[in-house]
């Protein structure tokens, strides 16, 4: 009995002995000091091929991230979803090699002998939704942001933007030959002082605006179009001239009938020289990336350009005085001048844009070249007072005469060059603040007040000569349309806000 006690009592000891130094490693101190093998492999092996050269996380591999904010933000994975929400790890070929496969391994030949593996990249297809845009959410180039089925941006419209801008322009002054003059009684042709002489027109401080939308085509924002149109405000003037006491006020202008001399045409109690300005025009472009390294964009730009800018300046002149011998008669005349240029052309030109953090600076340059559609309208007339109708007579006043009334056509090659530079700054991750500078120049454009003609024949004064006389057939026609282009030019402060999805 005594040795089966002994037997029982030795084999626990043993049991416990056994269990004890099974459980020793994992009460020890230094057990995390302890390398253990797993106990057995997670998934299937990848060959080492497969896997690619390593890439460096730094400048030009910024896709593979993408930040939740700002600078401060967090960086987290870029989108790599399929459609079906499955983790698309498909081999992608890159500048580093390809990424991690999810592709089965090759079924093991007959007799249990592993397939060979394919070559690095073999049978890598994109999925369907990768993208490889780059740049933080604020810059609106973003990747895993939207829609995993639309490559992490969403559908179209959230491929869009939209701007506002407030234009705070200057143009190029606008200029006519002098046309208000004042003379002491008798009025005496050298005696005569410029009242109005032509030398600045229109106010050359224009407000406006421009507004801008753009669409990428690709979820990638490699393929886009913009569209862009702009307006100045409508600027008029107006200045009304009284004789002064002991004078009157006269026109002088060249006598071309009777040897080019300066005369006195009329004379008037009152003359009011007014004209208003407008400049508007749109484009819109194709826009095609050409660098792109998440801090820095540039894109080429080709479109097509239309700029309108038009024009008047009108005469007016009322008096009281013997017309012919019908007696006294109170009348008004007018001259009327207009200038419309359209240009239609085609455009070439760039634009950039580098983010600072929150900050980002843009700029552009776009030519166009076409042609420039000119149409000038002069009309003018007269209208008596009077106990007795005058008879009729030509049609016209003094410087819009039956020589030049009508509408008139032409047509030039024209260049308008723009360059713009804006500084800004992003409120929220989709809208941003800038103010910048643009200068626009326009060539061979025609302005209303230089197609006056200053020149003119008596004889188609109206009831100068009753009835109507017309010059002699063998003089040279005077006034006529001057058809004078000049340059134009239109630049300013612009401030505005953008949206992007």
Known sequence: MRRLWAWVLGGAFAVLG???????????????????????????????????????????????VSTAGYMNGRPVAASRIR???????????????????????????PGGVPAPAPAPGAGAVPGSSFC????????????????????G?????????????????????????PLVHAAPIPAVVGNERVLFSGASLYPT??????????????????????????????????????????QILVRRVIDAQNGNVPIFAETANTMTVSGIAQLMGADINYRRVLC??????LDLLVGFRWNQLHDTLRFT???????????????????????????????????????????????????????????????GGQQFVAPVPPPAGLPGNLLALNSNIGIHNATSFSVIPELGLNLGYHLTPRLRFFVGYTFMYWSNVMRA???????????????????????????????????????FWAQGINVGLQFKW
């Open 153 to 177: 941006h969403g559908p179209w419209w959230t491929r869009t933007w939209f701007s506002a801008e407030f234009l705070n322009w200057f143009t190029q002054n606008a200029v006519s030959p």
């Open 205 to 246: 401080y224009h407000p406006g605006g421009r507004f801008t939308a753009g669409l990428w085509l690709d979820p990638c924002m490699i393929h886009g179009v913009d569209s862009s149109f702009m307006f100045l405000g409508t600027r008029s003037f107006s200045q009304t001239f009284i004789a002064p006491a002991g």
């Open 18 to 64: 056994s269990a004890a130094s099974a459980q020793e490693p994992w009460g020890r101190s230094d057990f995390q000091q302890t390398n253990y093998a797993p106990a057995a492999a997670l998934g299937r092996p990848v060959p080492a091929a497969a896997l690619g050269q390593p890439r460096v996380l730094g400048i030009g591999n910024e896709s593979d």
């Open 132 to 151: 490889e845009a780059c740049g933080p959410v604020f810059g609106g180039e973003h990747a895993g942001f939207g829609d995993p089925a639309f490559g």
């Open 317 to 379: 002149e009322t008096g009281t005085g013997p017309l012919l011998n019908l007696g006294n008669f109170t009348g008004t005349g007018i001259d009327d001048f207009a200038a419309t240029n359209n240009f239609f052309g085609g455009q070439v030109g760039v634009r950039g844009e580098r983010d600072i953090g929150r900050f980002f600076i843009n700029g552009y340059g776009k030519i166009a070249l076409g042609q420039t559609q000119h149409r000038i309208a002069i009309s």
């Open 83 to 109: 459609d079906n929400g499955a983790p698309m790890l498909a081999p992608v070929p890159g500048n580093g090699g390809p990424y991690l496969t999810d592709v089965p391994a090759p079924a093991p030949l």
């Open 292 to 297: 792109n390294d998440c801090a820095f964009r």
């Open 449 to 487: 007040g230089e197609q006056i003609d200053m020149r003119i024949q008596p004889n188609r004064i109206p009831y100068v000569n009753l009835p109507p006389i017309p010059p002699p057939a063998a003089q040279e026609i005077h006034p006529v349309v001057q058809f004078k282009r000049t340059d």
